[in-house]
């Protein structure tokens, strides 16, 4: 382990195990892994993979395993050059990610990679540590844990590192030091031949593409119960009635307006534009039924990542002046199935809301 | 029974069973029922009705009950002077409901009233039944059958009949018996003196003045899981990015937007309109926790009444060249959710779907 670049992963399903096994597949990493709900399985039997990138694995247990965030002022433990967070990303609903990997942190020392989709999810890690280098991770891998500790990854990792900007200023240029770790880490994750790796300067760029299907196909099957195949199947395809041209092709035409506001020039003119947008409605072929992660959050009743996917493209937009009806409509109601969702679990009173609500109107 | 009107009533739940309590607690109409799922309860037992109008009534049985609609080229049956229509309105899911009808109906005779909602729901029958006296029913009463045979009317009955125009040409006035038939039969409404009903010529106003709710609380609260209390908990009250502001109040301006359009003119002036929808959005106070009917019929797993409610608003809006974004990413994702439902129906079949869009592509 002497000399080991030394990583701490949060978040071990499929993108996550898949990522600590090509780190470790280069013989250069050790990974401490903190495992929530698969801990026990995978102390005992380690993980069970089928992976296109790196074949079938029995028995994968990443170097060190953990149920909690290492404290680094209570254990004697050397400090992390990397902490990789693909936990999903909901930052309305408790824990607060940055408080929870402080103790962790080592600044001067440690970077901070986010492989996670959203606009601007490095906010609130930059906020909390200013000096801490904070990389992008896009990744294009499609990897789920089937059962706690079994990971089938049927996509293959392709991974784009990058830095965000320094500050929550948003155009600032990131700093060297992030720069370096970013590429550093690129180097890492190639070194095992298995994935595609490259370190991509225009991080904001790479976040708005993934966000034309993030922002428009995620909630609209979760709000329908559709995955991608099934949605363009309602109506004719000319219908200007279905689905997809009554709002899915809107929706997009928004996130490529918002995304040219923000800087991030996706379509040089209107016909790359209609050709981009093509491209995302027939991201997959019909025959694949394939179920963007928000509609399996839907189906399972778990919290979707709405903000991070949709809140931010809104605010954005209503900062930049861009009017976006689609999109707001769809954030409006993916606002609404999470208030009934948050609810059921019991984190929502309905009568204590009312009552804030009325001493709200009394306070006036 | 001799000289007594004769009525038909198709659809015997909440509402329909207290319009049929109201016309014979005349004592001037004798009412045939047709009733499905609640025939055997009724039959032993009659409704147990609980009405704010009417206050309790045990044992209550339509002049005549039966299971199916009567064929009167196959039956001795006398002519029906109204047949009553109080269904759900699904013209999508079969059966067609012109179809059904046509056998109980004598041209030059019946007339034909839709106390349901929605903005062209005339047109099938008109098209079916050109020379039949078509009317509508818009009804305020709420009334829900809780269980078969049980009835609570917890809103009272106040009903507006007026005739539909005479042809689908859209704008061209009802004919004169069919604005008679609508007189008498509000006349006869009113003999309990248990109901308000008033004789209203201009239908079209009134469908539009009720579809500011309907297209709009309707499907929001449906698609979201929400009731009318719990939506508007969701954010501030001057949140810009709550689901009211960013997609309800909106979604209401455009349906006073295509009425105009449309030639109802529900609001004189921008403050007017304010007024209206801030009246639509407040229609029922917070703790009610309101729950609109298609929020009923999605908890329910029931169809909802999409192309009436919302499709209907959509095609006049692309008729006259209103833009409606936020209507239709409403309509686009209801549309879509109906899909979902008809394929658990088994009504859809997702690889024969595939199949024919697959051929309609290579038949290109």
Not at 308 to 334: C, H
Request: with cysteine.
């Amino acid at each position: 382990m002497a000399g080991k670049t030394r990583v701490l992963l949060i978040g071990c399903g499929g993108i996550g195990t898949i990522t600590a096994l090509n780190l470790e597949a280069s013989g250069q990493c050790h990974v401490t892994a903190v495992l929530r709900s698969n801990y026990e399985i995978v102390k005992e039997r380690g993980f069970s993979i089928d992976s296109l990138d790196h074949g079938k694995v029995e028995g994968y247990r990443p170097s060190e395993i953990r149920t909690t965030i290492p404290d680094l002022s209570k254990e004697t433990v050397a400090p992390f050059d990397y902490i990789i967070v693909t936990t999903k990303n909901i930052p309305d609903v408790p824990p607060h990610l940055p408080s929870l990997i402080a103790p962790a942190l080592t600044p001067g020392h440690s970077a901070i990679l986010l492989i996670q989709n959203g606009l601007n999810i490095h906010i609130p890690f930059a906020t909390a540590f200013p000096s801490v280098p904070i990389l992008s991770g896009i990744s294009r891998m499609g990897a789920n844990e089937l059962a706690p500790g079994v990971i089938l990854e049927d996509d293959p990792d392709r991974l784009s590192v990058g830095a965000f900007p320094a500050t929550e200023g948003g155009d600032s240029p990131p700093s060297d030091a992030a720069v370096a770790a970013a590429k550093r880490f690129v180097e890492l994750y190639a070194v095992s031949g298995k994935a595609v790796v490259e370190y991509n300067a225009n991080v904001k760029f790479e976040r708005w593409r993934k966000l034309c299907y993030n922002a428009t196909w995620n909630p609209v099957c979760a709000l329908t119960g559709l995955d991608t195949g099934r949605l363009r199947l309602v109506g004719e395809k000319a219908d200007p009635f279905s689905p997809v041209n009554l709002l899915l092709r809107p929706a997009m035409r928004e996130v490529l307006r918002v995304a040219r506001a923000d800087g991030a020039v996706l379509a040089a003119d209107a016909e790359a534009e209609e050709k981009l947008v093509e491209g995302v409605v027939e991201a997959e072929p019909l025959e694949v039924f394939c179920q963007p992660s928000m509609l399996q959050d839907a189906k399972k009743r778990r919290v979707w990542e709405v903000e991070n996917l949709l809140g931010d493209v809104v605010r954005v937009a209503a900062d930049k002046g861009v009017e976006v009806p689609a999109l707001s409509a769809i954030y409006a109601l993916a606002k609404g199935r999470m208030w009934a969702l948050k609810e059921d679990m019991g984190l929502i009173n309905k009568d204590e809301e009312v009552r804030k609500r009325n001493e709200g109107i009394q306070g006036r």
